[in-house]
């Protein structure tokens, strides 16, 4: 399978997802793929980074740690689609 460059999500892309509560919607399934991570850039203000850091010094973990915690905890309040 040929890589693909993911520029964003089009207009068109979002409206050929089947709607939530329709029968396509709760026939598809999701697939995941966890060979690679894909990398995420996030820019935050700087007392934000430095509250950050500080977490990271005192509970001996990386960034990438606290924030993939924190995105997950997130992600968990929203169920999906089934």
């Given at each position: 399978?040929a890589k693909q460059k993911i520029?964003?999500?089009?207009?068109?892309?979002?409206?050929?997802?089947?709607?939530?509560?329709?029968?396509?919607?709760?026939?598809?399934?999701?697939?995941?793929?966890?060979?690679?991570?894909?990398?995420?850039?996030?820019?935050?203000?700087?007392?934000?980074?430095?509250?950050?850091?500080?977490?990271?010094?005192?509970?001996?973990?990386?960034?990438?740690?606290?924030?993939?915690?924190?995105v997950r905890e997130y992600l968990?309040?929203?169920?999906?689609?089934?």
């Open positions: 399978m520029t964003g999500l089009s207009a068109a892309l979002l409206e050929q997802a089947p709607q939530q509560g329709t029968p396509e919607a709760q026939s598809s399934t999701i697939v995941v793929q966890t060979k690679k991570p894909v990398v995420q850039t996030v820019k935050v203000p700087p007392d934000i980074y430095i509250r950050l850091k500080t977490v990271c010094a005192r509970e001996r973990r990386s960034s990438q740690d606290i924030i993939l915690t924190a968990g309040r929203f169920p999906l689609a089934s």
